[in-house]
């Protein structure tokens, strides 16, 4: 599956337990007439992915929907969800010119000898 939208919020990569469980969550904003805020999750080596991306950038998403079930100590049942994600691609075109700085301080004695 996938989603597309606005990255809204980049969360920092977390490490949870003991075995080093890591996942970073971050926020799409979808543009639809009803726009949706949906959290998603990149997990262990995936968390850098999103280094690259800042807020207000229109992505697309390659998503699993994961599921697990648990009994707590009392023997009740919770189900719990959760969106992870697996790829992203940022939806926005860069120019030749967005994609490399102008070189400065250039002089006639520092071009090419052809």
Request: aromatic fraction near 10%; hydrophobic fraction near 30%; charge should be negative.
């Amino acid at each position: 599956m996938e989603l597309e939208g606005k990255l809204k919020v980049i969360g920092d990569t977390q490490t949870i337990g003991n075995n080093g469980f890591e996942k970073r969550e971050f926020v799409i904003t979808t543009e639809e007439q009803y726009p949706q805020h949906v959290q998603l999750e990149f997990i262990q080596g995936k968390c850098s992915l999103l280094d690259n991306y800042e807020i207000g950038q229109k992505v697309k998403v390659a998503i699993n929907i994961r599921g697990r079930e648990w009994v707590n100590s009392s023997g009740e049942t919770k189900y719990f969800n959760s969106i992870q994600a697996w790829r992203i691609d940022s939806l926005e075109k860069v120019t030749p010119q967005e994609a490399f700085e102008p070189a400065e301080d250039l002089n006639e004695e520092d071009d090419l000898p052809f």
